[in-house]
């Protein structure tokens, strides 16, 4: 699943895209899904078919995306996943915060059901002795936590959950 920030004059839309088959997606906007046919007529020109409504479409990339031209709008699209690496996005819903590194759990700083702020510490992991404090991604609840003191990790163990 590929998640996009529409921004269309001005509102932005985070929009996820899976793709279910050659030229078929499945988008989901809020909690509405829209089933898309994409059909390219060259380069950059397509036809989308929204839910059985027809749409032409032209779009080229740039330096943060694409930009799009859809029925006289133009669209700009940028990965979310940028996004958040920029810091311009906040994450939302359910987050899993996985190990990057290979170490073991020094210190347990939070506990399930703390309210968390963005950048707070959770637990801090030893690896290659050194200390690295493990940050909330974003406010929320901590709803899982996967490790213990003392407990060796992998990298990709999933250390806990930020909803």
Sequence with gaps: ????????????????????????????????EYNVKVTSVDKDIFILEVDGRIFDCFAYENKNGYVVFLNGETIEVESASNLLKAGKLEKTGRVEVKAKMPGRVKKIIAKVGDSLQKDKGVLTLEAMKMENEIKSPKDGILKELNVKEGMTVEVGTILFVVE
């Design 1 to 32: 699943m590929k998640k996009l920030l529409f921004n269309v004059r001005g509102n932005k839309k985070l929009i996820e895209i899976s793709r279910e088959g050659e030229g078929f997606y499945r988008a989901k906007v809020n909690d509405s």
